[in-house]
């Protein structure tokens, strides 16, 4: 499974744009990008996952650069309900989820 | 519809103590995952049934801990001889398959194990 890197904590002001960086360097074609988040005291939550394109749903988007070395989450208009900690995470076939520290998002009113 | 459930949501136990904790996943979800998560990290994997068996255990960190799911439905994670070190919230999740790739995983709230 790919290792990620990602910042510890990021801070956004409420109804703006949030784009959340993931490095996976050592990411391999068969290797889907997945992103969870955990809001306080409950358990991860999937947020979206990909592949090679760019994927929309209802909660972000996921921008996955073209050598797949990089993806960005894009939460469109941050609300104080998106406050969690947000994690990338690669993952190939039949295997279990490999979680880092994630990103803490402070949302500011 | 009812999402994944964990029971009990706390347990308070003394060092030495045997503990069951119990997931109840989704419905027809085949694959379950036991996670477990120390304050300030993210969830480590314990251990993953598809089915009723245990396809995956190589995070369970002793012979302490053991996990079954006799019927490929509940499963129950146990602790014998309870540490401190193994005071962390305790994940289940489940997934329709074992389909790392593109199977989106399903958590529950947690239970909470505290060992005094």
């Known amino acids: 499974d790919a290792k990620t890197t990602q910042p510890n904590s990021m801070e956004s002001n409420e109804e703006e744009p949030v784009h959340l960086p993931c490095n996976h360097s050592t990411i391999s074609g068969t290797d889907y990008i997945h992103w969870y988040r955990q809001l306080p005291s409950q358990g991860p939550e999937y947020v979206i996952h990909?592949?090679?394109s760019n994927v929309n749903n209802r909660m972000a988007s996921l921008a996955i650069a073209e050598d797949r070395k990089s993806s960005t989450l894009i939460l469109h208009r941050a609300t104080l309900r998106d406050a969690a900690v947000y994690y990338c995470i690669g993952n190939s076939g039949n295997t279990p989820l490999v979680f880092g520290k994630g990103t803490r998002l402070s949302v500011i009113a | 519809g009812a999402g994944v459930s964990q029971t009990p949501s706390n347990k308070v136990t003394e060092k030495g103590k045997y503990v069951e904790l119990r997931c109840d996943p989704i419905s027809g979800h085949t694959a379950l995952y036991w996670y477990r998560q120390s304050l300030g990290q993210g969830p480590e994997f314990l251990i993953y049934f598809q089915g009723t068996g245990a396809a995956d255990d190589s995070g369970l960190p002793n012979d302490r801990f053991f996990a079954v799911r006799p019927e490929g439905s509940v499963s129950t994670l146990k602790i014998q001889r309870t540490e401190r070190g193994d005071s962390a919230v305790y994940l289940c999740?489940?997934?329709?398959?074992?389909?790392?790739?593109?199977?989106?995983?399903?958590f529950g709230p947690g239970t909470r194990l505290t060992v005094l």
């Open positions: 999740a489940s997934s329709l398959t074992a389909s790392g790739n593109t199977d989106t995983q399903y």
């Open positions: 990909g592949l090679t």
